[in-house]
């Protein structure tokens, strides 16, 4: 259980054109996703929280009109990149926490790598 | 500010040597623990947690990590490495009592087994 699911698994971009990356809880509700960027042999660096059906918190320093977040639904959460460009380049990865349950857990999609030419 | 130290960057280890990889957290209130494992090319994998009770808990692949409240610490521990355990191991805490259930994650351990 608790599957989460990200699409595209890499996409290759132009300059200037955007992006969208979504993330999928598969088998669970979850209220709360969250967005992370990884860069090559790095952690992962938190970008936002997003709650369904309210405004992304996002992290200091995360521009909140180039990294679009949308939490619609219980199991969607799309993280859309505005104007990309090569410096956006990275391993975009999402978790998800479930309804209910164990909620101090993220569970943790496959990532998206973004390549922007 | 939280934070999670993981002091060892790089670990290169022969197989079946033991294995330590240290991970302090700065939080004075109550805490959740997490090791994850990244596999080359893989997305984030839960090897264990740690909410409350026993202070020791088991994970899958044969880890184990030890929650010492007095020493802020959460070491994670095998006894014998393989070959496959190659990767790189994050630990990651939140606080249950902060109102948000991020995670604060430290900066990885790469480890390397030869064979």
């Known amino acids: 259980g608790a599957v989460v699911s990200q699409h595209p698994s890499r996409v290759i971009c132009k300059s200037g054109t955007s992006v969208k990356i979504e993330c999928r809880s598969l088998d669970f509700q979850a209220t709360t996703m969250f967005w992370y960027r990884q860069f090559p042999k790095q952690s992962l660096m938190l970008m936002a929280t997003s709650n369904e059906g309210s405004k992304a918190t996002y992290e200091q320093g995360v521009e909140k009109d180039k990294f679009l977040i949308n939490h619609a639904s219980l199991t969607l959460s799309t993280l859309t990149v505005t104007s990309a460009h090569p410096e956006d380049s990275s391993f975009y990865i999402c978790?998800?926490?479930?309804?209910?349950?164990?909620?101090?857990?993220?569970?943790f999609g496959p990532g998206t790598r973004l390549t922007v030419t | 500010a939280q934070s999670v130290s993981q002091h060892n960057h790089h670990v290169i280890l022969s197989e079946a040597a033991s294995l330590e990889l240290g991970c302090n957290y700065s939080?004075?209130?109550?805490?959740?623990l997490f090791w994850y494992v990244q596999y080359p090319g893989q997305h984030l994998q839960l090897l264990l947690k740690?909410?409350?009770?026993?202070?020791l808990v088991k994970g899958i692949k044969g880890f184990e990590a030890e929650f010492i409240k007095s020493k802020f610490s959460f070491n994670l521990r095998k006894p014998s490495v393989q070959w496959s355990d190659t990767a790189e191991y994050f630990c990651a805490v939140n606080s249950p009592t902060s109102g948000t259930y991020k995670y604060i994650f430290g900066t990885g351990t790469r480890l390397k087994v030869l064979a």
């Open positions: 978790s998800a926490s479930s309804v209910g349950g164990d909620s101090y857990e993220q569970y």
């Open positions: 939080y004075g209130g109550t805490v959740n």
């Open positions: 740690y909410f409350s009770g026993d202070p």
